[in-house]
């Protein structure tokens, strides 16, 4: 059975979880700028964080600059501890980019590497003051 889910067309696997198709399931997510300023934003369960805000977007000038390579940080942002704990494990690639991330937190993410979960309905993120491409260092 687990091998007809693996590679059934009728499911797909983001982190540890399936998700069937054609059941699309949206939340809310609610992004924090280090000024306060919030906005809201739909997320469909099994995306990525950074597709969400994606590039060319006026509130948040910058972010997601490598189309979600897991090369640039600038998608970095903070999770609450809470969804911190539930998300799929932080790779050894996420983490050397991470390592030169401005403002760095215990829960620092990068939203192209964290896949959207039922459980982060309402969860407030937040986004760092200084958003920085490494690829320029």
């Keep these: 059975m687990l091998q007809f889910l693996l ?9 540890e979880r399936f998700y069937a198709e054609g059941k699309t399931q949206w939340i809310t997510i609610i992004f924090e700028k280090a000024d306060g300023t919030q906005f809201k934003r739909k997320a469909k369960v099994g995306g990525t964080l950074q597709e969400i805000i994606g590039q060319n977007n006026p509130e948040f000038p910058g972010y997601g600059a490598c189309d979600g390579t897991v090369s640039c940080s600038t998608c ?8 911190f704990d539930k998300v799929e494990l932080i ?12 403002e760095r937190a215990p829960t620092s993410r ?6 959207i979960l039922p459980e982060m309905d309402g969860m407030i993120v937040k986004l760092p003051a200084v958003i920085k491409d490494i690829r320029e260092s």
């Design 7 to 15: 590679f059934s067309k009728d499911f797909r696997v983001y982190g």
């Design 76 to 83: 970095h942002l903070i999770l609450p501890e809470d969804i």
């Design 91 to 102: 790779t050894d690639e996420e983490q050397d980019v991470l390592d030169y991330a401005p």
């Design 110 to 115: 990068l939203g192209c590497a964290v896949s």
